[in-house]
C-alpha cells in the first residue's frame, strides 16, 4: 500500500531494539509517508538523533524544553500533525506513564495531546513483560484503544528467551499500513478545539 501523503510520528523510547528502527523509518520513506521522529532522553543513549534526523529527513524532537530552540506549542502540534503516531520501541515505563496518564517529557506529552491513533511496539526483558504491573497497563492501553503490535517470542540481548523481543520493522511496517488502510471499529478521539494559526 502506498503512504503517500501519510504523516506518521515515530516515538522511541529507551531499549535495545532503537537499532531497528532506521530500517522502519527507510521503509515508511520509500513508501511515500512523512516522517517525524519523537525520543525520549533515554532512547538517545541507544541511538543518537543524528542517525534519526539522516534517515527521517527531519529535526528529531528530543526535549520538551530546549535551550536554544523555538519551541513554543511543538508539544501540542506534534500530537496533531500525525496520521498515526508509533513508538517503538515502547519500554515497561514509557506504557506504564502513558496508562496513568504522566506527560513529564516530550514523548508521553504529545501523546496525550494526540488526536490520531497510536500504536505501541513494546519491547522488553521477557520477566517485565509478564509482571503483572506490566501487563495491567497493557490491558488499561488496550481497553482505551491503543493498538499492539507484538511483542514476539525469542531470544533477546540479555541472554534470556521469552515473549519480548520487538517485532521486526517488517510486521511493524505492515501493522502501520493495515491501521492507516482501513476504518477503527473504535469512536474517533474527541477532538478540543483550537484556533488556527
Ligand atoms: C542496556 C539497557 C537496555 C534496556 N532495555 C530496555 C528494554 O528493552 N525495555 C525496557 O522497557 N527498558 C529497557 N531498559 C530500561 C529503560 O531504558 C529505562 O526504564 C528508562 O528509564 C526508560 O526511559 P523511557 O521510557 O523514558 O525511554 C534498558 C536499560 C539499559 C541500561
Known amino acids: 500500500m502506498s503512504l503517500e501523503g501519510k504523516k506518521i510520528t515515530v516515538g522511541l523510547t529507551g531499549g535495545i531494539a532503537c537499532y531497528k528502527v532506521p530500517y522502519l523509518i527507510r521503509s515508511l520513506i520509500k513508501n511515500g509517508a512523512e ?14 538523533p543524528l542517525t534519526l534526523e539522516t534517515v527521517s529527513e527531519r529535526p528529531v ?3 520538551m524544553f530546549p535551550p536554544d530552540e523555538f519551541v513554543a506549542t511543538r508539544h501540542i502540534d506534534l500530537g ?6 508509533v513508538v517503538a520501541p515502547a519500554t515497561a515505563n514509557f506504557l506504564g506513564k502513558v496508562a496513568a496518564g504522566v506527560c513529564d517529557d516530550l514523548l508521553t506529552t504529545v501523546v496525550c495531546a494526540s488526536t490520531c491513533p497510536v500504536m505501541v511496539a513494546p519491547a522488553m526483558n521477557p520477566q517485565m513483560w509478564i509482571n503483572p504491573v506490566t501487563q495491567r497497563n497493557v ?6 484503544g491503543f493498538r499492539f503490535v507484538g511483542p514476539e517470542k525469542g531470544d533477546m540481548a ?7 523481543r520487538m517485532s521486526e520493522p517488517e510486521q511493524i511496517h505492515a501493522a502501520i499500513e493495515n491501521c492507516l488502510g482501513k476504518k477503527s471499529g473504535l469512536p474517533p478521539k474527541k477532538k ?3 484556533a488556527k494559526k
Open 80 to 85: 496533531q500533525w500525525a496520521d498515526l503516531l
Open 35 to 48: 516522517v517525524q521522529v519523537v525520543m525520549t532522553e533515554a532512547a538517545t543513549k541507544f541511538i543518537t
Open 192 to 194: 478540543a478545539s483550537r
Open 61 to 63: 524532537a528530543v526535549r
Open 158 to 164: 540479555c541472554r534470556e528467551s521469552g515473549v519480548g
Open 139 to 144: 490491558a488499561t492501553l488496550r481497553k482505551l
